[in-house]
Nanobody, 113 residues
Framework: QVQLVESGGGLVQPGGPRRLSCAASGSIWRIKTMGWYRQAPGKQRELVATITRGGTTNYADSVKGRFTISRDNAKNTVYLQMNSLKPEDTAVYYC???????WGQGTQVTVSS
């Protein structure tokens, strides 16, 4: 079993930053790659970014240059630093242990003035 708990969501003004955190606990030795997904109202869940245990990252084209995924293996935590936020970034953001069935509960990010 793996437990994932996201935090850091909230209301952000357009152009502003926000950092999300995902704390992992349980059988974390299973986790090699972590990912962040998001789901906007009426849309399918989409992959935003991934990071391997070694630190290799990948990003969706829509967030490249604005979002940065990172991880602190000592703290079993993955972060998503989001800069230059746009209204279209509004969504529920989920972290996932890639290659497993484990998801976090999600955290809402709303970008609005």
């Amino acid at each position: 079993q793996v437990q994932l708990v996201e935090s850091g969501g909230g209301l952000v003004q357009p152009g502003g930053p926000r950092r999300l955190s995902c704390a992992a606990s349980g059988s974390i030795w299973r986790i090699k790659t972590m990912g962040w997904y998001r789901q906007a109202p009426g849309k399918q869940r989409e992959l935003v970014a991934t990071i391997t245990r070694g630190g290799t990252t990948n990003y969706a084209d829509s967030v490249k240059g604005r979002f940065t995924i990172s991880r602190d293996n000592a703290k079993n935590t993955v972060y998503l630093q989001m800069n230059s936020l746009k209204p279209e970034d509004t969504a529920v953001y989920y972290c996932k242990a890639m290659g497993t069935v484990y998801w976090g509960q999600g955290t809402q990010v709303t970008v609005s003035s």
